[in-house]
């Protein structure tokens, strides 16, 4: 579900039984665990009803949400820090309250890389 409000894109997330509308510039990050899609913010964590994160990262700002991996989409202005890995990989480590650590995949290093000028 999208909804616009004074500008800003809205994304369903049920959180428990309930469901709630965050904010796009919200989200740090969206993973895919057992077939649902987690959306992560600074105060909740909850389900998007998209069914695909293709499906949802088509609806947020391709300049901001970036799909670092398979299972993972990420807001890049909630990059906490950008951790060297093996062969040349990075690990995003979040701004949320876990500070968890997302794997860049090896197609998205290139990408990074000439964005940060590295």
Same mark, same amino acid.
Do not use: C
């Given at each position: ?7 800003? #894109? ?8 309930? /469901? ?5 510039? +919200?989200?740090?990050? /969206?993973?895919?665990? +057992? ?5 992560? !913010?600074?105060?909740? !964590?909850? %389900?998007?009803?998209?069914? !695909? #994160? ?12 970036? $799909?670092?991996? $398979?299972?993972? #989409? ?18 995003? $480590?979040?701004? +949320?309250?876990? /500070? %968890?650590?997302?794997?860049?995949? $090896?197609?998205? !290093? ?5 964005? #940060?000028?590295?």
């Amino acid at each position: 579900m999208r909804h616009r409000m004074k500008g800003s #894109l809205l994304i369903l997330a049920a959180i428990g039984a309930a /469901a709630m509308l965050v904010q796009a510039e +919200d989200i740090i990050y /969206a993973s895919l665990a +057992d077939e649902s899609i987690n959306i992560v !913010t600074g105060q909740v !964590t909850g %389900t998007s009803n998209h069914r !695909t #994160l293709d499906d949802l990262q088509a609806r947020l700002d391709p300049d901001v949400f970036w $799909r670092v991996h $398979r299972s993972h #989409l990420v807001n890049i202005n909630k990059i906490k820090e950008i951790v060297p890995w093996f062969s040349r990989n990075y690990i995003l $480590r979040m701004k +949320d309250a876990k /500070a %968890t650590e997302i794997p860049v995949s $090896r197609s998205q !290093t290139k990408r990074l890389r000439e964005y #940060l000028k590295l």
